[in-house]
């Protein structure tokens, strides 16, 4: 059985200083905490803050984890990021990351999470970016192993469209023709 998510939302926390003095919320099933300290789980839930930025988050989840590089489950949903902290790429067991209803604006940003081989879930609605033209298939070509998103499957026929659509502009090498009218 899975050990229960580290659970940190609701509590105006805005840095990852602020999580480190606080005291996870209870769940339905009780939380394995080691000698050390240290939580037995692989997500973390740090929703419904005002996070605004992620420095310190490594450190913070090093020092609240047992197995740190095991994190597989992150939610940031409900804070205010402006943009997805190259931090995010470093939790390379990430399989579902939940970053909706922040402040993200920019679509290139998303192009960060395609280094994460993992990363199968990702929620992005409530962001300004999801107003962008194209949203849904540029975040498919970013990230092709993606099996949800925004709480909806990705299906066979938007991968195939977002690989057509979304593939790198292929350049024309230039020929020499010899004129001799």
């Excluded at 929703?47 to 992620?54: A, F, M, S």
């Excluded at 962001?127 to 709480?151: S, T, W």
Aim: hydrophobic share 40%.
């Amino acid at each position: 059985m899975l050990d229960p998510p580290l659970d940190f939302s609701f509590k105006c926390l805005s840095t990852m200083a602020d999580v480190l003095a606080e005291e996870p919320n209870p769940g339905l099933r009780p939380l394995k905490r080691w000698s050390n300290r240290r939580f037995s789980s692989r997500a973390l839930r740090l929703n419904n803050n005002i996070i605004t930025d992620l420095t310190g988050l490594q450190v913070t989840v090093s020092t609240l984890l047992q197995h740190p590089t095991l994190l597989a489950w992150i939610d940031l949903s409900f804070n205010d990021l402006s943009h997805i902290d190259p931090v995010l790429t470093e939790l390379q067991q990430l399989r579902v990351l939940y970053l909706h209803g922040n402040s993200i604006s920019k679509l290139g940003e998303v192009d960060k999470l395609g280094g994460l081989p993992f990363l199968q879930t990702l929620t992005l609605h409530g962001n300004a970016l999801e107003n962008e033209r194209g949203y849904r298939g540029y975040v498919i070509a970013a990230i092709p192993q993606m099996k949800m998103m925004d709480f909806s499957a990705v299906t066979n026929q938007e991968r195939r469209m977002s690989r057509i659509w979304h593939q790198p502009a292929h350049r024309h090498k230039p020929t020499s023709h010899s004129s001799d009218t």
